[in-house]
């Protein structure tokens, strides 16, 4: 109950303020961790890429295996949210190089579509 109440709030706070970095006092991703299957309805989508694969090949700043979120989301706007999102669940390669992101058939569109939310809030000014 306790978390339900933290997650809603926090989805609240991502929604008044996601233009700027304010995610420093976030709760600990250990607790939402394996609820990617239908219990993700209230995460946000940071939580959710915690509880994905998607940090083995990504970080905020740096290029890893794919490019970094702040690249992306120099790189895209909100207009791109349906293609990204789509990008998430299929996979695909060619646009950052030749090394494949790999598919999450698992993912629903509404959590892909939250992370590419997420993502493209990272822009930098
Ligand atoms: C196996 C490594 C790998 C994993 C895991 C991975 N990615 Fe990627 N990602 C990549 C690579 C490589 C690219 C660049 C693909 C290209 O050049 O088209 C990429 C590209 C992207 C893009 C930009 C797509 C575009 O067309 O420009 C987004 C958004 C993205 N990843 C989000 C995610 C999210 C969210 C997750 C977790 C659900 C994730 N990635 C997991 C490797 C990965």
């Known amino acids: 109950m306790k978390k339900l109440l933290l997650a809603g709030s926090l989805a609240l706070l991502v929604f008044s303020c996601s233009k700027k ?3 420093a006092a976030e ?12 219990g993700s309805k ?3 989508g940071d939580q959710i890429i915690e509880t994905l694969d998607c940090s083995g090949c990504h970080s905020v700043n740096e290029r890893m295996v794919g ?3 702040q690249e992306i989301a120099d790189k895209y ?4 949210t349906e293609i990204l999102a789509s990008k998430i669940i299929e996979g695909g390669s060619g646009v950052w ?3 494949p992101m790999a598919a999450h058939p698992q993912v629903s ?3 892909a579509e939250k992370m590419v939310g997420y993502i493209l809030s990272l822009k930098k000014k």
């Open 21 to 23: 970095g304010h995610k």
């Open 27 to 38: 709760g600990s991703p250990s607790e939402t961790a394996g609820m990617t299957e239908s």
């Open 42 to 44: 209230s995460l946000s």
């Open 67 to 69: 490019p970094s979120y």
């Open 77 to 80: 706007s909100e207009q791109d």
């Open 97 to 99: 190089g030749n090394v």
């Open 109 to 111: 569109k509404e959590d």
